[in-house]
Antibody, heavy 117, light 113 residues
Framework: EVKLVESGGGLVQPGRSLKLSCAASGFSFNDYWMGWVRQAPGKGLEWIGEINQDSSTINYTPSLKDKFTISRDNAQNTLYLQMSKLGSEDTAIYYCASIIRGTFDYWGQGVMVTVSS | DIVMTQSPSSLAVSAGETVTINCKSS????????????LAWYQQKPGQSPKLLIY???TRQSGVPDRFIGSGSGTDFTLTISSVQAEDLAIYYCQQYYDTPYTFGAGTKLELK
């Protein structure tokens, strides 16, 4: 069974950094592109970015490129999202997902990040 | 960025009805090299993660009931749900994966009349 479990969320002060993790199991993690999507409270889905199997290609949505960094550790079957200079606009549920052909085929349950003083 | 516009934003239906959700992209999603449309549909039920329903505009993901039908090409796409069931009440999103950033539509909320 494919399982993606995000962790690392919580309450963070504006301007601070936070690193999310996504532990993958039940599939061959190092064969798949992986990505992150977020959803602000009561809002729609926002594509954050994606990373290929060997981390040689990483794509971001332009507005987040200077704040967010996607990485992975294939030995640990884990995907990461490093977020910096957080603002209230970054308050959202963050989902990790496996990617095939550009679509998000399997999703984690999501982790909430709240940016507030 | 490719802008995805969905309509309507919400839809009230009765069980057994057929519904249509529209999605329009700001540029063509049809790649001439393989004649495939890079358009997907997702379903998100309350409190749950999104679920992939359809990719390549009309190919159902494994396990998705055949009452979910995707159609369209180029810039105009449709998700049709025939004989809506109570379990189909959700928000539906289209997504283009033709070019990064891969953008989503704003969603269509399917509600019970």
């Amino acid at each position: 069974e494919v399982k993606l479990v995000e962790s690392g969320g919580g309450l963070v002060q504006p301007g601070r950094s936070l690193k999310l993790s996504c532990a993958a199991s039940g599939f061959s993690f190092n064969d798949y592109w992986m990505g992150w999507v977020r959803q602000a409270p009561g809002k729609g889905l926002e594509w954050i970015g994606e990373i290929n199997q060997d981390s040689s290609t990483i794509n971001y949505t332009p507005s987040l490129k200077d704040k967010f960094t996607i990485s992975r550790d294939n030995a640990q079957n884990t995907l990461y999202l490093q977020m910096s200079k957080l603002g209230s606009e970054d308050t959202a549920i963050y989902y990790c997902a496996s990617i095939i052909r550009g679509t998000f085929d399997y999703w984690g349950q999501g982790v909430m990040v709240t940016v507030s003083s | 960025d490719i802008v995805m516009t969905q309509s309507p934003s919400s839809l009230a239906v009765s069980a057994g009805e057929t519904v249509t959700i529209n999605c329009k992209s700001s540029q063509s999603l049809l790649y001439s090299g393989n004649q495939k449309n890079y358009l997907a549909w997702y379903q998100q039920k309350p409190g749950q993660s999104p679920k992939l329903l359809i990719y390549w505009a009309s190919t159902r993901q494994s396990g998705v009931p055949d009452r979910f039908i995707g159609s369209g090409s180029g810039t105009d796409f449709t998700l049709t749900i025939s004989s809506v069931q109570a379990e189909d009440l959700a928000i539906y999103y289209c997504q283009q994966y033709y070019d990064t950033p891969y953008t989503f539509g704003a969603g269509t909320k399917l509600e019970l009349k």
